[in-house]
């Protein structure tokens, strides 16, 4: 029996025994998930995800102390502490620590938005932004001032806020040196500098600067505080007035009805149009 044979029958028999194993499909997911229903193609897979459920978070940050189920969550977190961000936008020049956050930024530049609000109509590439966005229809605010009690429906209003009470103002005027706690309040200050008066009295003509001057001055005219819209320039005696009429510029429709799915921009409309529903 030459040397050649054997090879050739051990290589035969090599695969007729693999043959007679049980052969799995490429990418088929035969281990589910108890829990949730999840399948994975490999025990292994199955095993880190139940991780996940049992509460376990084995490897914890040295730096902040934040603790995670599998080690590649704690190594992906690490990054942000590094500060490498090596996932560049193309578009902008943006970057990002994560592959997943750079995936959903480059949504802003698709223009999809494909998350939308039931009450107004406003779309969203994100679905956090549609979450965030609803807490304002909910008129939930969870978030107060622990100095003031002023609410926020969100954590990142009441942390701006903030900043007025710890007296730290990082955003400063390189042309007079005044600093302000927060950069819109420095952009609207650097208009100053500019010598565009883009805020104008209706009453006498006067123009300002500043918003803020402008009303302070409109006072002189009416004899009371006024709200003045940005965009139209109409005046309101209340800061609730204008909150309503803000709407008129913008596609958000707050006020829906009960009796039909119809919404609308204003509380006046809304129940001029529930008349055409009560017949009167």
Same mark, same amino acid.
């Given at each position: #029996? ?14 007729? %025994? ?14 589910? $998930? ?12 199955? &095993?880190?995800?139940? =991780? ?10 040295? @730096? ?13 977190? %690490? ?26 930024? *480059? ?5 999809? &938005? ?11 590439? *994100? !679905? ?6 609803? @807490?304002?229809?909910?008129?939930? &605010? ?11 429906? *969100? ?17 400063? $005027? ?7 706690? %927060? ?14 008066? !883009? ?29 003045? /819209?940005? %965009? /139209? ?9 204008? &909150?309503?009429? #803000? ?5 958000? +429709?707050?006020?829906?009805?009960? @009796? ?8 006046? *409309? =809304? ?7 009560? +017949?009167?």
């Amino acid at each position: #029996m030459t040397s050649t044979w054997k090879d050739q029958h051990g290589a035969r028999s090599q695969r007729s %025994q693999e043959a007679d194993k049980p052969h799995r499909r490429k990418g088929k997911k035969t281990y589910s $998930c108890d829990e949730c229903g999840k399948s994975f193609t490999e025990a292994g897979g199955l &095993k880190t995800h139940q =991780l996940i459920h049992s509460g376990v978070k084995a490897y914890s940050c040295d @730096l902040c102390g934040k603790s995670f189920t599998q080690a590649g969550h704690l190594k992906r977190h %690490q990054l942000i502490h590094s500060g490498v961000k090596a996932y560049i936008c193309d578009l902008c020049g943006k970057s990002f620590t994560e592959a997943g956050s750079l995936k959903k930024h *480059q949504l802003i530049h698709s223009g999809v &938005k494909a998350y939308s609000c039931d009450l107004c109509g406003k779309s969203f590439t *994100q !679905a956090g932004g549609l979450k965030r966005h609803k @807490l304002f229809h909910s008129g939930v &605010k969870p978030y107060s001032c622990d100095l003031c009690g002023k609410f926020f429906t *969100q954590a990142g209003g009441l942390k701006k806020h903030q900043l007025i009470h710890s007296g730290f103002k990082a955003h400063s $005027c390189e042309l007079c040196g005044k600093a302000f706690a %927060q950069n819109g309040d420095l952009q609207r200050h650097l208009v100053t500098h500019s010598g565009i008066r !883009a805020y104008s009295c209706d009453f006498c003509g006067k123009s300002f600067s500043d918003k803020h001057y402008r009303n302070i001055h409109l006072r002189i005219h009416t004899g009371n505080d006024v709200y003045c /819209c940005d %965009q /139209c320039g109409k005046l309101f005696t209340t800061d609730a007035q204008l &909150k309503i009429h #803000m709407f008129s510029h913008t596609e958000e +429709r707050p006020y829906k009805c009960d @009796l039909c799915e119809k919404t609308f921009k204003s509380s006046n *409309q =809304l129940n001029f149009h529930q008349q055409i529903h009560t +017949r009167k």
